[in-house]
């Protein structure tokens, strides 16, 4: 019972990383330690359905509550209080890199390692430095181009959903499909659009689903085959992902009371990164 509980609150924290823009849904799924067995249970599925529904149901139940519960409650505090929420998530994903280091700690430094560690790292600093898109594609006129094209975000929106260190949420801002979509999932209990909805959302599931599987098939080879290196790769999505959520607080006007309130909000994050990522 204890491990189920774990789970729901592991699968609470992905759910809110997935849909705030600059968080990685993998970053916290790795470091928290759920994230090579997520990734095993996606590529097989039906080998194991009694132990793949034991992780899916109660990791699912949390990770749908934070979405249903958590979302406009995020989008609040980003938007009053982003100086200790920001923090909040800093100290979660910091929490959890102990668990990651301890899989390379008795490796030798390699140059292939340090290259895979500086090219992921270089890959989520530059993207740190693009510019939202300003703009939202229009999904009222759709057709068969439209339909293909939204089959392939979501195939991009799953990479990004698994991939640690990257944003799903981020990378459809840049390609314009964050607000079409998310604006189409909240008017997804209206009746009058309902045929509508579900021609938008059907591809892009499939996307999604398709997508997801084959990206988790890559990173088990890569995990079976290059270990190591695999990790020296994360560890460059991960850490360069806690520069750019600290580069992002600059500028920010923050009062001495969000100031304390965000490092107590940092250390209590950081010991629940690393206590999640220890069960």
Known sequence: MKDKLILVIKGFFFGIANIIPGVSGGTIAI??????????????????????LSFVIPFGIGAILSILLMSKVISFCLDKYPFPTKLFFIGLILGGIPLIAKKVKNSKI????????????????????????????????????????????????????????????????????????????????????????????????LGILIG??????????????????????????????????????FGVSISLMQVLIGILLFVLATIIGYKLGDE
């Open 31 to 52: 470091t928290m330690g759920v994230y090579e067995e997520m990734i095993e249970i996606i590529s097989h599925f039906f080998k194991d359905l009694k132990k793949s």
């Open 110 to 205: 390699k140059p292939l390692n340090i290259i895979l560690f500086l090219i992921t790292f270089s890959i989520i600093i530059g993207m740190a430095f693009m510019k939202e898109g300003n703009y939202a594609v229009s999904l009222s006129n759709m057709n068969i181009g439209m339909y293909i094209v939204l089959f392939l975000v979501g195939m991009v929106a799953a990479a990004t959903m698994v991939i640690p260190g990257v944003s799903g949420s981020f990378v459809l801002m840049l390609l314009g499909f964050y607000e079409p979509i998310i604006k189409t999932i909240s008017n997804i209990t209206k009746l009058s659009l309902l045929g509508t909805n579900i021609s938008i959302l059907l591809p892009f599931g």
């Open 212 to 249: 997801i599987v084959l990206v988790a098939k890559i990173l088990e080879f890569l995990f079976n085959k290059y270990e190591v290196p695999t990790y020296y790769a994360i560890l460059g999505f991960i850490i360069a992902s806690i520069f750019t959520l600290s580069f992002s607080l």
